[in-house]
């Protein structure tokens, strides 16, 4: 039996990050989804009792986490997981950040680099969420200064998901579009292998 007090001291004391991006109208996405959109629902200034919005937005739009339904057809029933069937608890760790800033356009993380890194810094964990600092959030910006953000970032390499796929880390992050650049996308990316 968890004593509930303990857990809220806890949490309080906890260092948290909030790493989302802001959900704004013409915010980045990727260019096969749909926008969002933050519609004036009732006012106070149009004869309405109260102030609220209409949200309008695709699954991925902004921070968000990608389910492995997302890559993974049903024909897997079980692996066909959609995001309300994975535990809260899946998503709750320790966060490593790793500082790939060196990496540029269409640069892949290596599995050399990880296992460097953990050499410097200690190793990865099954209980881990790896997040991939590539710096590439300075190119987040509202249409239409949002093309940057759009092309050519980097990612992380086959070789490195199958690696923290062998570590059980539980979940990865990114500050780009995606963990796999625009050309992974097209031809072998890693959603399926770390889904």
Not at 81 to 98: F, N, S
Not at 167 to 176: E, F, P, T
Request: proline share 6%; aromatic share 10%.
């Amino acid at each position: 039996m968890i004593d509930v007090s303990s857990l809220v001291a806890s949490i309080r004391n906890a260092r948290l990050v909030d790493l989302s991006q802001p959900l704004e109208e013409h915010m980045p996405h990727y260019p096969t989804h749909s926008k969002f959109f933050h519609n004036l629902y009732t006012s106070y200034w149009h004869g309405d009792r109260s102030l609220s919005f209409q949200l309008v937005m695709h699954e991925h739009n902004g921070t968000h986490v990608d389910a492995p339904a997302h890559f993974i057809s049903d024909a897997k029933r079980q692996a066909h997981v959609t995001i309300d069937q994975i535990p809260l608890t899946r998503l709750i760790g320790r966060g490593v950040r790793i500082d790939c800033h060196k990496f540029r356009e269409g640069d892949y993380v290596t599995k050399d680099f990880l296992t460097e890194w953990e050499a410097q810094h200690g190793a990865l964990q099954a209980v881990d969420s790896v997040l991939f600092n590539f710096g590439w959030d300075k190119y987040w910006g509202l249409r239409p200064n949002n093309q940057r953000y759009l092309v050519d970032w980097p990612g992380v390499s086959m070789e490195a998901a199958e690696y923290l796929v062998e570590k059980s880390v539980a979940a990865i992050g990114v500050d780009a579009l995606s963990p796999d650049p625009p050309q992974a996308l097209r031809t072998n990316p890693i959603h399926p292998v770390v889904l």
